[in-house]
């Protein structure tokens, strides 16, 4: 695997709201978290840049919703940010794409003068999925790490229900099968990127 000297991290979403079970309700991966910080560790110690983006809800009841605590970025990662030699943007949001956020990421990739870029964060297959499928639109070679994301169970139409994992697995088809990025895994990204 090749991991550009400036290939940037993008985190998406890794926030306290996404801890309140009773709201999102059973999620997958228990070692996304874990995966995240190795990612931040790894991008920040070979100064390489990273990128923080946060979703400010309007929805009144979500745990997303900016002046609640939900809001913030999970302990782990607000330690980590400003840490790294590298450059670093923080991009807040009220959708899914962080292409559609403040300031304009793609303006900073292409400012920084980046190709290549590895999703990682929360929910797979919302946020993280739809900033990756964007990222593959505009051109840029996208890696996402599958293991350094999660997502919860959800219902759909025609009382279809699917499990965390299933939409997990779901979103790496349509990723990695459509084109959009290639997806892997914390461990393969951590080794090529430290092996530069």
Same mark, same amino acid.
């Given at each position: 695997m090749d991991i550009a000297e400036n290939a940037a991290l993008v985190v998406v979403d890794v926030q306290?709201? /996404? @801890? $309140? $079970? !009773? /709201?999102? !309700? %059973? =999620?997958?991966?228990? @070692?996304?978290? $874990?995966?995240?910080? +190795?990612?931040i560790d790894a991008w920040q110690a070979t100064g390489r840049p990273v990128v923080f983006v946060r979703h400010d809800s309007s929805h009144p009841a979500s745990p997303l919703r900016l002046g609640y605590a939900g809001n913030d970025f999970k302990e782990y990662v607000e330690q980590r940010r400003g840490k790294g030699a590298g450059a670093e943007l923080f991009v807040k949001k009220t959708v899914n794409s962080a292409f559609y956020g403040t300031p304009d990421l793609d303006a900073w990739l292409k400012? $920084?003068?980046? +190709?290549? /870029?590895?999703? %990682? !964060?929360?929910?797979?297959?919302m946020c993280a999925e739809t900033t990756a499928r964007m990222g593959g639109n505009l051109g840029y070679r996208v890696l996402f790490a599958l293991d350094a994301t999660h997502t919860f169970d959800l219902e759909g139409p025609f009382g279809w229900r699917r499990t965390a994992e299933e939409l997990?697995?779901? +979103? %790496?088809? +349509?990723?990695? !099968?459509? =084109?959009f990025a290639e997806v892997v895994?914390? @461990? %393969?990204?951590v080794a090529a990127a430290v092996a530069v």
């Open positions: 306290k709201g /996404f @801890e $309140e $079970e !009773g /709201f999102w !309700g %059973a =999620r997958n991966n228990p @070692e996304a978290d $874990e995966n995240i910080a +190795s990612l400012a $920084e003068g980046i +190709s290549q /870029f590895v999703v %990682a !964060g929360i929910q797979t297959n997990a697995q779901a +979103s %790496a088809v +349509s990723l990695h !099968g459509g =084109r895994t914390t @461990e %393969a990204v």
